[in-house]
Structure formats: structure tokens, C-alpha cells
């Protein structure tokens, strides 16, 4: 059935991937987003389309809109990105949910949380399931994003509860792929424009901590699978279970660009979680889902798009 859908955050890496799948299966798409952490080009080609729309609005700010469904993907994901303003990383995911889930309340619209495996701070469960309450330093540089994380899906459980709101969360762990901000200060774009210029791969500590990494096209696949499920609330963990330390990821990078980049270490930033890999038995089960594009493959594709980019045409987050 069509119907009439909301992206915030619509115009970011997996908010624009979202939209063109929902635009090319027919739906009525609103993009809404505050261009923080993205640009106009990552939708510019849906533009035309008589079945998309874009509007420039900041989600902490309230917004009447009619909709069936809500993606709710706006904030900045990168930790250079959300620790540029950390207030307004909060605001975002906090007030920018009430205004969200007021809307999906008013409308009886069914809401998707994108949370994250940051929720599961420095996890001392490895790998995580969803039943881990985590362990996050609520004072640290990286609580404006985990905790207002947190405080999301309390306030979409609480919304549910108490307002019958027809909610889903996901807590998607990190995902790469074409589109991906060149400059988000993550790994993998590092890495790759490192690599593509013949700089030093900078490892932040001694590149023995590990991240699993999720192409971007798996991902969006299991969000809307979530979306669309009708007896399941999550939250429910979405990510590749493949896990590789830092270093092994420069290595692959170097070896798949041709590169005669050297591995140099730096300081490892505070708060950095030391493994991460989902438990994904719960996704198998209920959503039928695990990721099909292993890492190498991924990488391929992301480096394919890195060369066809100019790097001048992207900037830093504006306030
Ligand atoms: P992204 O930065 O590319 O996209 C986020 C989008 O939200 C951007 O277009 C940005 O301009 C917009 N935005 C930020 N604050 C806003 C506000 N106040 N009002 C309106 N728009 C706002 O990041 P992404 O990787 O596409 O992440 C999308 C979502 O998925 C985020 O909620 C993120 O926390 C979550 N997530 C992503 C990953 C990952 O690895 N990419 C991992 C876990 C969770
Ligand atoms: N990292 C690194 N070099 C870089 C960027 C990141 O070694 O140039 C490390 C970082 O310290 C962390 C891991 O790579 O251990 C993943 O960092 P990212 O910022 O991509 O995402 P996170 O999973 O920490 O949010």
C-alpha cells in the first residue's frame, strides 16, 4: 500500500538511501532535514520526482505534517561530528523525538527510532545482544550522543506505553558505504581518502580495538523490514556480526587502493569502546535478515565512489 512517509534526517548517508528506496517503490516521501551533517547533492536527483518532497527544518523545533510513517534518522552520527556542538546533539535526539513521536501520536503514525549500538557505551558483553544494558560514562565526550541515544528509546517505550504510539527501534552499529560524508572523521572515510592520496593511516591507540562494519545498502534493506513488521516493537540490533580491528581494516584499505600509505599510531580518543560486535539472532528471527555484503566487497564499492568525487564540493558541518 502507498503510503505517505517521512524521512528526518532524509538528505545524511542512510536518510538519502532511504528516501530514493521509498521514492522507486512509490511511496509519498517528505525528506526533512537542517543540511547539519549533509548535502543538498545527496538528493538533489530525487528532486523532480512527483512523489518527493524536501523541506529545510531543524527537528527540535515542532513541525505539523500529516504521515503514515516516520523514519526518524536525524543526527549527526560521526564522533567529530556530534561532538562539534554536543548541546545540540542532545537537543536533537531528545526534543527532536518529542516532536516526532507528537506527531505520530497525533496521527497514529507508525515511528522508527534509528538508535545505536552506542547505547551499549564501552561494553563489557561481547558481542552484544539486545538484552545488555551497557555501560556508558554519562559525563564523558561521547555521552551527548549515546545518552541522548538513550533517552530516545525511553521516550518512544514511554510513548508506546503510555500513548499506545506504534513505535520501532533499531540500534544499527557502524555502517559504510557510498555517500558516506568524506569527512566525517569515522574510519573508514579516513582511511580511504589516506589511502587514495598516499598519506599516513592515522590508528588512533595501537589499532587492536574492533568496530564490524555494515554496508550501507544491507542496512537500509533491514530498516525497512523493521518498519514494516507488524508484531515487533525491538529494540533490535542491526549490523554485519563480521569483526575486525582497526588495524586490519588499514591493512585491507591499503591493499585494496594500491596504496604506499604507512600505518602511523595517535592517541586513542577518550570513551573509545574497545569491541564492538552485534549478537544479530534476534534480526534472523523476526525480520528474516542478515547482511550479504562482507567487507571486502563493501570497501570496493565505497572506494569506487570515493574516485568519483571532488572533495572540494564537501564541508564541514555548519552550525
Ligand atoms: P548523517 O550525518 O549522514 O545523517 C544525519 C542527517 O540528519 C544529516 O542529513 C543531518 O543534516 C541531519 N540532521 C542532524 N541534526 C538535525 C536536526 N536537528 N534537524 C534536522 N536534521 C538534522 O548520518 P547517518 O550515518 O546517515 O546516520 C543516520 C542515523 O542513523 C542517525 O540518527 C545516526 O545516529 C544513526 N546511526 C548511524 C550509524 C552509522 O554507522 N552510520 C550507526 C548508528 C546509528
Ligand atoms: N579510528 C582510527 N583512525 C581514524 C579514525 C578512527 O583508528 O582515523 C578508530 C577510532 O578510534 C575507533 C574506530 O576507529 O576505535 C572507529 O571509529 P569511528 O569514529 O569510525 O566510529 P565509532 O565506532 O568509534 O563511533
Known amino acids: 500500500m502507498i503510503q505517505r512517509i517521512l524521512v528526518t534526517g532524509g538528505a545524511g548517508f542512510l536518510g538519502s538511501h532511504l528516501c530514493e528506496r521509498l521514492v522507486s517503490d512509490g511511496h509519498d516521501v517528505i525528506c526533512l532535514d537542517n543540511f547539519f551533517t549533509s548535502q543538498k547533492t545527496n538528493v ?54 518529542i516532536n516526532m513521536l507528537g506527531i505520530a501520536k497525533r496521527c497514529g503514525a507508525r515511528i522508527l527510532q534509528a538508535s545505536t549500538s552506542e547505547v551499549y557505551g564501552d561494553p563489557e558483553q561481547h558481542p552484544q545482544k539486545e538484552s545488555y544494558r551497557g555501560s556508558v560514562n554519562p ?14 528509546e525511553t521516550l518512544f517505550m514511554d510513548y508506546h506505553r503510555s500513548n499506545n504510539v506504534d513505535v520501532r527501534i ?8 557510498p555517500r558516506m560524508h568524506p569527512f566525517d572523521g569515522r574510519v573508514v572515510a579516513n582511511f580511504i581518502r589516506q589511502a587514495m592520496a598516499g598519506d599516513d593511516i592515522t590508528i588512533y591507540g595501537d589499532g587492536s580495538q574492533t568496530r564490524s562494519f555494515c554496508y550501507r545498502d544491507d542496512l537500509v534493506e533491514v530498516i525497512m523490514r523493521m518498519m514494516n513488521c507488524d508484531d515487533f516493537t525491538g529494540p533490535v540490533n542491526i549490523g554485519n556480526p563480521h569483526e575486525f580491528t582497526i588495524r586490519q581494516l588499514a591493512e585491507k584499505t591499503i591493499e585494496l587502493t594500491n596504496s604506499s600509505s604507512k600505518l602511523v599510531e595517535s592517541p586513542l580518543p577518550a570513551d573509545d569502546p574497545t569491541r564492538r560486535r552485534p549478537d544479530i539472532s534476534l ?12 567487507l571486502d566487497e563493501g570497501l570496493k564499492h565505497t572506494i569506487d565512489w570515493f574516485k568519483t568525487i571532488n572533495l572540494a564540493d564537501y564541508r564541514p558541518p555548519t552550525p
Not at 533499531?170 to 558505504?177: A, L, M, P, S
Not at 534480526?283 to 562482507?294: G, R
Open 44 to 97: 538533489a536527483h530525487l528532486l523532480g520526482k512527483p512523489n518527493f518532497e524536501l523541506i529545510r527544518h531543524d527537528i527540535t523545533l515542532p513541525i505539523h505534517l500529516e504521515v503514515d510513517q516516520i523514519y526518524n534518522m536525524a543526527c549527526p552520527a560521526a564522533p567529530g561530528h556530534y561532538q562539534f556542538n554536543p548541546i545540540k546533539t542532545i537537543k536533537t535526539s531528545v526534543m527532536g523525538s
Open 139 to 152: 559525563i564523558g565526550i561521547r555521552a551527548c550522543y549515546d545518552e541522548g541515544k538513550r533517552v530516545a
Open 170 to 177: 533499531v540500534r544499527i552499529f557502524n555502517t559504510y558505504g
Open 283 to 294: 534480526a534472523k528471527v523476526k525480520l528474516d535478515w542478515e547482511p550479504k555484503i562482507e
